[in-house]
């Protein structure tokens, strides 16, 4: 089984300022991990995915996060927000070939705030 | 091309009534999940299905909830006899095999 565990559940910044989200995970097998961003009253849509290949993985709005295998980690980073940012953000992981099941398994959220 | 399309986005139920939450995934897509996000929780997995077979139920609890994906029409998830313990959000995701999932934008589940 895996698990998710994000340190932080609220993240408080200045626009303009670098942010850091961090997720943290466990499991015996393999996985796929990913980060969702979830904005007020809407559902969660794909900010980016590590599947293979390089560990950094970049969105197409400034946001990257790297897989760290030996720190079973992969947090989430971008060097300056904007107000626009501000959402909760959704770690998940996903065990490799579950006979084609994309069941993720998803941490409790980090809401980041970014004030002017 | 329009995503995972859920309804209703609010639904209000007395305890003891029936919920019956309805999902259409994107087109072309086989693969649904419904996953339920309580206060202060991130989203939790209830079941996986395709079209007319339920792959993985393993999150769906004992009592009360039941969910299909018909060959024609969205797929259902059903929750009889409410209770207040059921007030969450609900979302479905639709993918194809493989794939990343697409969210909906939830159903929202108050129980009185």
């Known amino acids: 089984a895996q698990s998710v565990t994000q340190l932080d559940s609220q993240v408080p910044v200045f626009e303009e300022a670098p942010v850091e989200l961090r997720c943290n995970y466990s499991?015996?097998?393999?996985?796929?991990l990913f980060w969702y961003v979830q904005y007020p009253n809407q559902g969660l849509q794909l900010l980016l995915k590590y599947l293979s290949g390089s560990t950094l993985v970049e969105s197409i709005n400034g946001f990257e996060a790297e897989f760290n295998k030996s720190q079973t980690s992969f947090h989430l980073r971008k060097p300056s927000v904007h107000i626009s940012d501000t959402a909760e953000y959704f770690c998940?992981?996903?065990?490799?070939?579950?006979?084609?099941?994309?069941?993720?398994?998803f941490g409790k959220g980090t809401k980041l705030t970014v004030n002017p | 091309n329009a995503g995972v399309m859920q309804n209703p986005r609010h639904l209000v139920r007395r305890r003891g009534q029936e919920a019956r939450l309805r999902c259409s995934p994107m087109?072309?897509?086989?693969?649904v999940y419904w996953y339920r996000q309580l206060p202060e929780e991130g989203l939790k997995f209830m079941v996986y299905l395709q079209k007319e077979n339920i792959i993985d139920e393993s999150g769906m609890p004992k009592e009360r909830f039941s969910a299909e994906f018909p060959k024609e029409g969205p797929s259902i998830l059903r929750i009889q006899q409410v209770v207040r313990g059921d007030s969450a959000a609900y979302f479905c995701?639709?993918?194809?095999?493989?794939?990343?999932?697409?969210f909906g934008n939830g159903t929202r589940l108050t129980v009185t």
């Open positions: 998940a992981v996903s065990a490799h070939h579950q006979g084609g099941s994309e069941k993720l398994v």
């Open positions: 499991s015996s097998v393999s996985v796929y």
């Open positions: 995701a639709s993918s194809l095999l493989n794939s990343p999932l697409h």
């Open positions: 087109k072309g897509h086989s693969h």
